[in-house]
């Protein structure tokens, strides 16, 4: 999708890929297939390369620092990368510019774990290991101390942070350049379903206007303290009693952005680009009342075929994204949007064509 | 730009490119350089694909043909193709099912020109070769016989037609499938300088709305009677006495098209991708009130980065496509969209856009 986005920017790729098979590298014209994770690798890679970035954020903090010790600008370079890579350091980093975030401490047993519960408001409490998580794993909700054993087996730091008592949540996605100018989307609803994001509605419906500008400040806030170049999205928790507190950070375009895509002026992924590169960004603002993204996962059938054919017959004005993933049950395959000015409808005409390609929909 | 589209819909292009150099060629990742003009070429390069399309109509027409017997679908097929390859077969076939054209005869050297201005109402007369002209290439204005002789140094039949008075050109550009279904966009006005398009508004300003849909029903006439499969764009006269007349036909995503890519639901070249593929057709209603796009030409200036640099700094709504060509002077090497309720506003931000990526406005 970044690439697709730098085609009418004049913008060329070199791809590092896994496989011959990912998404990138089925449409990208040079590609390189390696292991992001080995320096030796990295370093021919980067090689000719005016810019490195990312469309996910595993490629290891000292790594990038040794790209960046060799001369190649490496955006969002190390520095920034490293909170949306390790949480504990994105809650310290929080924490010391006065974020607001959920209770949070890093746990060293399933004891420790108890003492966290008891000094605030006891158990429920959420474990996460400070990196490798997303999409809900490496994520625990713990409801005793019997159950806290799990997270602590691989190893690595535990975090335990407050189960937050929220009515939704919320997604703050901002763009920012080296030059340090900054563009914000508007703030929206992002709903999950087994901890893997379902549905984004942009803007988030009855947001109080006060609560939007946070938001926004806040992630504009958090980009310019990290001296972040790029997109970043916050994921935020409204709670019951009317505050937002951050739950996550996304150094890359990310999936509450994707509604961007077919509903405001510039996408996040062109945005992206144009700040990766130091260019003016653009308009960030919607093209449409409501724009709705909904997730397709893969379903039982593999061959979505006469369910496109159906989708697109249906509803001439959707817009499919598919990623040419090959269909695993519960995986992200690609996703839909939809706009107008009728919220139900958009909602439904977006619902209705991602169940179907999944097949939980079937007329 | 036809890749660029087919990424979301999860298309897979395989392409034939003179080289390496060429727009698609940089973005697409499967690519085979070669003449299209070589039959075996064509026969080794379609073996394997589902379909064969085009982003021009210089595949001589027996070669289609002959892909066509080998068994590869070729959309749109050589009997349609021809009418946007041949001026005479063109003119032939629209006077057959009665579509208005300029008055027109195929004319064998300077004597037979005077004798075809001499039927009508005199000097000038257009001369056209039959095949192989695009941008007014292969066109002449001629006042009188002695300025007739140019057009048949070439040795291949010409086409005199008369000088319409037009007030404007205008384009009606439609979208059929093997299906049959069919989708017109918004008749739009195209504004030609030295013979090449320059600027496109969308939808065509002030134009009577019966005219408006008797050229949308021409369009989707012709593409039905020729049994064409992908985008039509039907070149149009509006004469000064209130009448419309078919120019030229191109059948293929054409330039008065490139505003659909960011003033449609869905553009051009999504709606083509889909046609050849046989899929639904997308909605071709416009996203905006008014769409213009200017042709960015090559200027003086080779190196466009410090304009294209002020012109997104300027305009944060304005939409770049770069076409990736080496610049040189009158080269069409990209384009401009903009869109918004103020046609004035619209046509000054696409037009100073356009000027100063060229180099012709500096301020």
Chains 1, 2 share one sequence.
Not at 132 to 137: E, H, N, V
Not at 138 to 161: C, H, I, M, N, Y
Not at 251 to 279: C, E, K, Y
């Amino acid at each position: 999708m970044t690439h697709e986005a730098g085609i009418p920017l004049g913008i060329r790729f070199k791809l590092l890929s896994d496989t011959p098979q990912d998404s990138a590298a089925q449409v990208v014209s040079d590609v390189v297939i390696g292991d992001y994770r080995d320096l030796d690798t990295l370093r021919d890679f980067a090689r000719g390369c005016d810019v490195i970035t990312f469309d996910h954020e595993h490629v290891p903090t000292e790594h990038l620092r040794a790209l960046e010790a060799d001369g190649i600008p490496v955006r969002p370079g190390p520095d920034a990368l490293v909170h949306a890579q390790d949480k504990g350091v994105m809650r310290a980093k929080l924490d010391a510019i006065g974020v607001p975030c959920p209770r949070h401490r890093i746990v060293s047993d399933p004891a420790d774990v108890a003492a966290f519960a008891a000094e605030g408001d006891g158990f429920p409490v959420v474990l996460k290991t400070v990196r490798g998580g997303y999409d809900g794993k490496g994520v625990w909700v713990v409801d005793d101390v019997t159950q806290a054993e799990a997270p602590f087996r691989a190893g690595v730091p535990v975090l335990a942070e407050e189960k937050v008592d929220y009515v939704r949540e919320l997604a703050a996605n901002v763009v920012r350049s080296p030059h340090g100018q900054a563009v914000a989307y508007p703030v929206v609803e992002s709903q999950q379903v087994n901890g893997v994001c379902d549905t984004v509605i942009a803007p988030a419906p009855g947001l109080d206007e006060a609560l939007a500008l946070q938001a926004e400040q806040l992630a504009l806030n958090i980009a310019k303290e990290l001296e972040l170049v790029g997109h970043l999205a916050v994921e935020l928790f409204q709670t019951r009693d009317g505050r937002i507190l951050v739950n996550e950070l996304a150094m890359r375009p990310h999936n509450s952005g994707h509604w961007t895509q077919d509903g405001a002026i510039t996408s996040q992924f062109a945005n992206h680009v144009r700040a990766v590169l130091d260019l003016p960004l653009g308009d960030p603002r919607p093209r449409a009342r409501w724009t709705v993204m909904v997730n397709v996962l893969g379903g039982d059938y593999p061959d979505m075929y006469s369910a496109y054919l159906h989708c697109m017959a249906r509803d001439p004005q959707l817009k499919i994204h598919m990623y040419g993933k090959d269909v695993k049950p519960g995986r992200k395959v690609g996703h839909v949007n939809t706009y107008g000015d009728d919220l139900d409808d958009v909602l439904e005409r977006a619902r209705h064509a991602a169940g179907y390609l999944r097949g939980t929909i079937t007329e």
